[in-house]
T-cell receptor
């Protein structure tokens, strides 16, 4: 079965530090890739997505992610984090064929940014 | 304002009770989903619907049932709640004809069964 793995469960950074959160998936075919974020007390919301084209995807709030097909990876990056980036981050995948829209999520990474 | 709503936000009940978790969206989306999330774990799809009168079970087996009588409403029911049902339940909807479209999530219902 398809699975998504996020390597870092809990990350603590100081403001202005660089961030990279790992995400790997197991499906070998065409995939659509997503990063969702959940700020404290708020709904899950989309940060960025990739489905085709340029493998470097830019999202909201200065986040970006790079799809590396050979590594089955879709790591999330931000050059300089802010205290307001404190949140839980989820990587998710849908299979490319069909139109099911069914998301498979990783277990999430809790990011804590110290002011 | 277009949004997705879930009620109640928090629910503590005793074993054996029947409960219904409500989910409504005002975006006119055809696709709706229910996910279950235990603390520190990934979200698992338990039910989905592609339109009125369409419901399917998700990847994670669940004793809950769902119905989709109206486009905007996708309630989830547990006939007899047990402590193993304690979890967070997230509802989501998705519009358009492409799986590239994002899913919009509700705030979740945190259920505790004593």
């Amino acid at each position: 079965a398809q699975s998504v793995s996020q390597h870092n469960h809990h990350v603590i950074l100081s403001e202005a530090a660089s961030l990279e959160l790992g995400c790997n998936y197991s499906y070998g075919g065409t995939v659509n890739l997503f990063w969702y974020v959940q700020y404290p007390g708020q709904h899950l919301q989309l940060l960025l997505k990739y489905f085709s084209g340029d493998p470097l995807v830019k999202g909201i709030k200065g986040f970006e992610a790079e799809f590396i097909k050979s590594k089955f990876s879709f790591n999330l990056r931000k050059p300089s984090v802010q205290w307001s980036d404190t949140a839980e981050y989820f990587c998710a995948v849908t299979q490319g064929s069909g139109n099911t829209g069914k998301l498979i999520f990783g277990q999430g990474t809790t990011l804590q940014v110290k002011p | 304002e277009a949004d997705i709503y879930q009620t109640p936000r928090y629910l503590v009940i005793g074993t054996g009770k029947k409960i219904t978790l409500e989910c409504s969206q005002t975006m006119g989306h055809d696709k709706m989903y229910w996910y279950q999330q235990d603390p520190g774990m990934e979200l698992h799809l338990i039910h989905y619907s592609y339109g009125v009168n369409s419901t399917e079970k998700g990847d994670l087996s669940s004793e809950s049932t769902v119905s989709r009588i109206r486009t905007e409403h996708f309630p989830l029911t547990l006939e007899s709640a047990r402590p193993s049902h304690t979890s967070q339940y997230l509802c989501a909807s998705q519009g358009g004809g492409s799986q590239h479209n994002e899913q919009f999530f509700g705030p979740g219902t945190r259920l505790t069964v004593l």
